[in-house]
């Protein structure tokens, strides 16, 4: 396992349709984080899963977003309803739960770039 | 609440000169504080991180110390080269319910000329 991924890397859609977008992280790494990023800002905070349970959700995250992880694994993001307020870089990162010198570090996937037309 | 401000970009720099990239936090309790590096095209790489006061993180010939009196954590690098040129963002681990969500800058790009 080389690290997190992201699938697409990029998604090119029409206002009003829906996209969805998967990540794979680090495969021993329970923590599971949802970023997106818009040009010329840093990362913001959308929502966190441990294990398979999504514990916190960020306000950003309105009710045309939803973000599952069914088996503890690999984690959807979907965005109903696309708007192009929407256009941004959605990044996926993962941590590990076991202290050790890892612990508190996020790693990142390369994340999927979303345009919305 | 926990935020993080960083020195507006972009920085330019001949090669071999001296950096430096300034980054204030504001948090409640101890967090533990980071920096990341975006080259073109790539995702992002922690470049180092610090997780008490006093601590010095370093890589790649960067460095960056942990001020708890400042709430400060500058970005330091003695001799940069091209191959620097990138965003580089300071975050924090925020403490929010227990749940270790990163807190970024805005980010500071770099570019570096021969």
Same mark, same amino acid.
């Given at each position: &396992?080389? $690290?997190?991924?992201?699938?697409?890397?990029?998604?090119?859609?029409?206002?009003?349709?829906?996209?969805?977008?998967?990540? &794979?992280?680090?495969?021993?790494?329970?923590?599971?984080?949802?970023?997106?990023? =818009?040009?010329?800002? $840093?990362?913001?905070?959308?929502?966190?899963?441990? *294990?398979?349970?999504?514990?916190?959700?960020?306000?950003?995250?309105?009710?045309?977003? #939803?973000?599952?992880?069914?088996?503890?694994?690999?984690?959807?993001?979907?965005?109903?309803?696309?708007?192009? $307020?929407?256009?941004?870089?959605?990044?996926?990162?993962? #941590?590990? =739960?076991?202290?050790?010198?890892?612990?508190?570090?996020?790693?990142?996937?390369?994340?999927?770039?979303?345009?919305?037309? | 609440?926990?935020?993080?401000?960083?020195?507006?970009?972009?920085?330019?720099?001949?090669?071999?000169?001296?950096? =430096?990239? *300034?980054?204030?936090?504001?948090?409640?309790?101890?967090?533990?504080?980071?920096?990341?590096?975006?080259?073109?095209?790539?995702?992002?790489?922690?470049?180092?991180?610090?997780?008490?006061?006093? &601590?010095? $993180?370093? *890589?790649?010939?960067?460095?960056?110390?942990?001020?708890?009196?400042?709430?400060?954590?500058?970005?330091?690098?003695?001799?940069?080269?091209?191959?620097?040129?990138?965003?580089?963002?300071?975050?924090?681990?925020?403490?929010?319910?227990?749940? *270790?969500?990163?807190?970024?800058?805005?980010?500071?790009?770099?570019?570096?000329?021969?």
């Amino acid at each position: &396992d080389t $690290g997190v991924s992201q699938d697409p890397r990029h998604k090119i859609t029409k206002r009003g349709q829906n996209v969805t977008f998967r990540c &794979d992280p680090i495969s021993e790494h329970n923590r599971l984080y949802w970023y997106r990023q =818009t040009l010329g800002q $840093g990362p913001e905070f959308l929502t966190y899963f441990q *294990n398979e349970a999504q514990l916190e959700k960020s306000r950003l995250l309105s009710d045309r977003f #939803s973000a599952e992880r069914p088996k503890g694994s690999f984690s959807t993001l979907e965005i109903q309803r696309t708007e192009q $307020g929407d256009s941004a870089m959605y990044l996926c990162a993962s #941590s590990p =739960t076991s202290p050790g010198s890892s612990y508190n570090e996020q790693f990142f996937g390369p994340g999927t770039r979303l345009t919305v037309l | 609440g926990n935020s993080v401000t960083q020195m507006e970009g972009p920085v330019t720099l001949s090669e071999e000169a001296f950096l =430096t990239i *300034n980054c204030t936090y504001t948090a409640t309790g101890y967090p533990s504080l980071f920096w990341y590096v975006q080259y073109p095209g790539e995702g992002l790489q922690l470049l180092l991180k610090a997780t008490k006061a006093d &601590d010095k $993180g370093s *890589n790649k010939g960067f460095e960056a110390t942990y001020r708890k009196e400042t709430t400060s954590f500058h970005l330091e690098k003695g001799s940069v080269q091209v191959s620097d040129s990138a965003v580089y963002f300071c975050a924090l681990i925020g403490f929010s319910g227990g749940y *270790n969500k990163l807190i970024f800058g805005a980010g500071t790009r770099l570019a570096v000329h021969p």
